[in-house]
Nanobody, 122 residues
Framework: QVQLQESGPGLVKPSQTLSLTCTVS??????????WSWIRQPPGKGLEWLGY???????GYSPSLKSRTSISRDTSKNQFSLQLSSVSPEDTAVYFC??????????????WGQGTQVTVSG
């Protein structure tokens, strides 16, 4: 059973960088063919995909957030991380990490973290 757990600050000041880490257990982040993803849900809105890091280490980002987003990984710890720079109150959301089956025409996620609330305020 794969488990994902988000961690990081719950409060970030405007203009700073939001940093979150997802710790994965029960499976390796280098296993084919999965993409380890970050997704968020602002209050009262739907889910928004931010980006992913593939089992091979390559990355993909949402075009609308690409200039502010960076996803990296630490294979020794079986973790992957999100950095979102220059945040504003509009970045307030519940942030999820999830495992996506890579290569399908439609996104398909089979495991999710419980989500972590991040509020941008200062």
């Amino acid at each position: 059973q794969v488990q994902l757990q988000e961690s990081g600050p719950g409060l970030v000041k405007p203009s700073q960088t939001l940093s979150l880490t997802c710790t994965v257990s029960g499976g390796s982040i280098t296993t084919k063919y999965y993409a380890w993803s970050w997704i968020r849900q602002p209050p009262g809105k739907g889910l928004e995909w931010l980006g992913y890091i593939v089992y091979s280490g390559s990355t993909g980002y949402s075009p609308s957030l690409k200039s502010r987003t960076s996803i990296s990984r630490d294979t020794s710890k079986n973790q992957f991380s999100l950095q979102l720079s220059s945040v504003s109150p509009e970045d307030t959301a519940v942030y999820f990490c999830a495992r996506r089956i890579y290569g399908l025409s439609q996104p398909s996620y089979d495991y999710w973290g419980q989500g972590t609330q991040v509020t941008v305020s200062g």
